[in-house]
């Protein structure tokens, strides 16, 4: 059997949708699925092509984000739902910064700055050391500043 494999455009506008009728969907359900796409959301970006990372732009990053916030909210404690949102701020920025896309790697960079700042003001469940620790770890300025990333 063959499988098909959606856009990110595609992808971004269910979950919008799923975060819009979240609180239709009863109870159970939610508890059984609002996690599993969570997951499988984020697994799908850290795998994502590169035609897909090219496609995925800045505003379809911030519904998927919201998105997941938001449905989130029913299933999962505050604690669980930063780390959720975190890792998949993290995966994306990652795969931004492997990109061959200059505006993607700019906008990893402003992913990862608006993580930091928000790890300051203890926001986030990382601290500012975890997170520089993972910045290097990596290889996040190797990325940036590779001859790749120039020419």
């Known amino acids: 059997m063959e499988t098909r494999k959606f856009g990110i455009e595609v992808t971004a506008d269910m979950v919008g949708c799923v975060?819009?009728?979240?609180?239709?969907l009863h109870r159970n359900f939610a508890i059984n699925y609002l996690p599993k796409l969570s997951e499988a959301l984020i697994a799908y970006v850290t795998k994502a092509d590169e035609q897909?990372?090219?496609?995925?732009?800045?505003?379809?990053?911030?519904?998927?984000?919201?998105?997941?916030?938001?449905f989130l909210k029913r299933v999962r404690s505050a604690?669980?739902?930063?780390?959720?949102?975190?890792?998949?701020?993290?995966n994306l920025a990652i795969r931004f910064l492997q990109s061959d896309f200059l505006d993607r790697k700019l906008y990893a960079v402003s992913v990862l700055t608006?993580?930091?700042?928000?790890?300051?003001?203890?926001?986030?469940?990382?601290s500012t050391e975890d997170l520089l620790r993972w910045v290097r770890e990596k290889g996040v300025m190797a990325a940036i500043y590779n001859e790749k990333a120039h020419s």
Do not use: G, M, W, Y
């Not at 975060?19 to 239709?24: D, G, I, K, T, V």
């Not at 604690?79 to 993290?90: G, S, V, Y």
């Not at 608006?114 to 469940?125: G, I, N, P, W």
């Open 52 to 70: 897909t990372i090219r496609n995925f732009s800045k505003e379809r990053f911030e519904l998927v984000n919201t998105a997941l916030t938001e």
């Open 114 to 126: 608006s993580l930091l700042k928000q790890s300051k003001h203890r926001v986030l469940k990382r």
């Open 19 to 24: 975060a819009q009728l979240h609180p239709l």
């Open 79 to 90: 604690q669980d739902r930063k780390t959720a949102c975190e890792e998949l701020q993290l």
